[in-house]
């Protein structure tokens, strides 16, 4: 009949796990002889059959609550221990309490279809696992291209702040060597000019002395011969011309002359060590005397603002390039200037032990942010508006100090002020290297 004849495995099983019935074609879909063989093997389906056994505790479970389950698919074991993917059909059938007595199911081979739906997902997941590899390839290469590009940029950045130090370093040395020029031309004429004045003074003492006896001699004789209008007419000349004042200014004049002809030769004398063209390579040097120059130099920017507090300790002369750190000592300055609004307090102290000399410049100023702190080395940054910094002063100044082997350390509070310590080796090098 059907049952026998149908394409499709028919059976009937109990919950406990058996089969009581089955056809032909059943059993062979598990792999048995018969459907007699089948349904003496199989005394447990759950464990004999079932691969997950927990798919049939899930089965059972929506087979008790009374429904029939349409197209479970499950993998059984087959008699021979290999795998079967089947598709179940089965509908309960209850008694009147509505306990299951038994099921009726139908049991179809879909090995088949299984197969191409597991091909078809494996070849998902190999397509997955290409696009994700190639994903990961493309992120990998644009990583790279960015590196390479931030690299570009920061070696472009680089270049640029390389060619503005340099610029500037040329700037400053042809400062220097216009002030050293300048120096010249002014000192010779300064020269004589203090020489003459000084003639002079002594010519118009002369002169004086001799206009004194002159006037004693002129009266004694007129008084005798009783020229007395000749004597009046003298007296009122001379005061007419003012000659008494004349004779006295004469000399606070020349002595004024003098006092502003030795400040301008001190200027000079600054100026030429400042720009130390003649000797602008590393040799000994007096830091201190670097320092008043420096001052000097800067000074007229800087006295209307601040107290300046000197304390020169009693260094070593150190091996230095004087001119390029009298640069930096100028720079702090007019930093420190700088950074004091209206009204403020200037230090400047050396002193030195067994290793360093050290340099502090310190300010009463606005002080530096913690987080400026780290980037004021940098070239280029400055809080200060266009034309009042560069953000240069102190990238220059750190690669002075840092040609020396020296140190640079800043300490500083917003509101109280900035203190920069700079530790230069008096071997010249530092210890270790030496
Ligand atoms: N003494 C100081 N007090 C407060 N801020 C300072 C002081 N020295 C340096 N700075 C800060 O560091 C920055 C960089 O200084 P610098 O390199 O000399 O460049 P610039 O003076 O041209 O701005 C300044 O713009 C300022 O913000
Ligand atoms: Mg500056």
Known sequence: GIFENAAEGIFQSTCGGRFLSCNPAAATILGYAT?????????????????????RRELCGLLRQGR???N?????????????????????VLNEQGEILYVDGIIQDIAERKRAEMALQALNEELEQRVEVRTGELEQANHELRQLTSGL???????KSAQSR???QEKMASIGQLAAGVAHEINNPMGFIISNLNSLRKYTEKIATFMDLQAGAVEVLLTRSGGKDIT????????VLKLDFIMEDLGQLI??????????????????????????????AEINEGIENTINMVWNEIKYKAVLKKEYGNIPQIYCNLGQLNQVFMNLLVNAAQSIETQGEFGVKTSSDDENVSITISDTGSGIPAENLSRIFEPFFTTKEVGQGTGLGLSIAYDIVKKHYGEFHVQSEVGKGTTFTI????AGRPRASA
């Open 35 to 55: 459907p007699e063989d089948l349904i003496e093997s199989v005394v447990d389906i759950e464990r004999q059959l079932y691969v997950r056994p927990e798919r």
């Open 68 to 70: 029939s389950v349409k």
């Open 72 to 92: 479970f698919e499950v993998e059984f074991y087959r008699k021979d221990g290999t795998r079967q993917w089947v598709l179940l059909n089965i509908r309960p």
């Open 153 to 159: 940029e920061s070696a472009l950045t680089e270049l």
């Open 166 to 168: 340099i610029l500037q």
């Open 232 to 239: 009046d007419n003298l007296e009122k000349q001379k005061n």
């Open 255 to 284: 002595k004024e002359s003098l006092e502003g002809a030795e400040r301008v030769k001190t200027i000079v004398q600054n100026l030429k060590s400042f720009s130390r063209l003649d000797e602008s390579e590393f040799k000994i």
């Open 423 to 426: 530790n230069l080796p008096i």
